[in-house]
């Protein structure tokens, strides 16, 4: 079982004690939350949408929470948990496993940085340094920015002034800007009628080497799985990236782009200003998206793209003509 470094995890629980409500009385336990992919065969999984039945097929989970109709997508060692709604069912396991992640408290243990423990590296004025973080060789890191407990900065990077990291493991040799946000917790909640439920966000983000961010970007942990920015990929000032967004190699990602939680974007693409990637999509290799454009669908392999909604390239120009 892999350890999450940046939060107190409670349990194990017992699968009856989890579900209560719905009267399952198994005493096996569960020691952690994961998704499909991560799991081990002591966590407990979800199931929720046909787009990830691939990933389930694969599991090492023993219990999977999800719907009837996603059940016999699941393989023969991981048992179903039926519930109406996946998502809000999981939202009170994840509070129960991690009650401190649906809020950002500031970090208590914050100090300025000991010359003799960083020796090797450059800060500017007013820098702060939470507990346990590691920090490698050559690398600045600029005024006025803040670097939470148990964040990892490789060698050679070059971090602003005003940034803000968190729940973050940096590669080497990256860049970035000033005003950057990485790792808080991202726009996730169970609407209710009377009050919405925060859902906990107990992911990280991890930046491969050779990535650059822009000034003033905003990258959410994963809420449960990480956030991740693929090796030289660069991204310009003013990109959002909500919780679980995955990004591959050699990508470069133009001004106020903004993708929406858990959607896949292959190597090599190329994204114009402004444009906008729904959620749960999975954009292949070497595609190419233009500014302005509303991605609602997955776009295959090598495909030009533009519009709102975004559609293939020619189809886009004739349009135009019309």
């Known amino acids: 079982m892999s350890k999450n470094v940046f939060f107190k995890r409670k349990g194990p629980f017992s699968v009856g004690k989890i579900f ?9 336990k569960i020691f952690d939350i994961k998704a499909l992919e991560d799991a081990e065969i002591s966590d407990l999984t979800f199931l ?10 694969t599991t090492k989970a023993t ?20 519930v109406k709604n ?22 208590s243990s914050l100090k300025k940085p000991e010359k003799s423990k960083y020796s090797r590296v450059k800060f500017g004025n007013n820098v702060f340094i939470g507990r346990n973080c590691k920090i490698g060789n050559n690398t600045i890191i600029g005024s006025n920015s803040i670097i939470e407990h148990n964040v990892k900065i490789g060698n050679n990077c070059t971090i602003g002034s005003q940034v803000v990291l968190k729940n973050s493991i940096i590669g080497n040799n990256v860049v970035i800007q000033d005003g950057c946000k990485i790792g808080l917790k991202g ?3 169970i609407p209710m009628k009377e009050k919405n ?3 906990p966000h107990i992911g990280n983000v991890l930046l491969n080497d050779h990535v650059e961010v822009g000034a003033n970007c905003t990258i959410d942990r994963g809420s449960i799985g990480n956030t991740v920015i693929g ?3 660069f991204l310009d000032n003013q990109v959002h990236m909500a919780h679980n967004v995955k990004i591959g190699n050699n990508c470069m990602i133009a001004g106020q782009v903004g993708f929406a939680g858990s959607s896949l974007i292959g190597d090599n693409v190329s994204i114009g200003g402004q444009a906008g990637i729904s959620g749960h999509l999975k954009i292949g290799n070497n595609v190419k998206i ?13 495909t030009v793209v533009m519009g709102y909604p975004a559609v293939p390239l020619k189809e886009f120009l004739r349009n135009q003509k019309k």
Do not use: H, M, W
């Open 231 to 233: 090796k030289n990929t």
């Open 290 to 302: 233009g500014g302005g454009s509303g991605v609602v669908k997955d776009i295959p392999d090598g």
């Open 197 to 199: 439920l925060r859902f």
């Open 20 to 28: 209560k409500e719905l009267k399952l009385y198994q005493k096996t």
């Open 63 to 82: 219990y999977c929470l999800t719907t009837e109709k996603l059940k016999t997508f699941l393989p023969n060692n991981c048992r179903p948990i039926i």
């Open 187 to 189: 726009f996730g909640f």
């Open 48 to 57: 929720e949408s046909v787009n990830y039945i691939n990933l389930a097929k």
């Open 86 to 107: 996946v998502l809000f069912e999981l939202c009170k396991v994840a509070r129960q496993f991690y009650p401190d992640a649906d809020i950002d408290t500031p970090d």
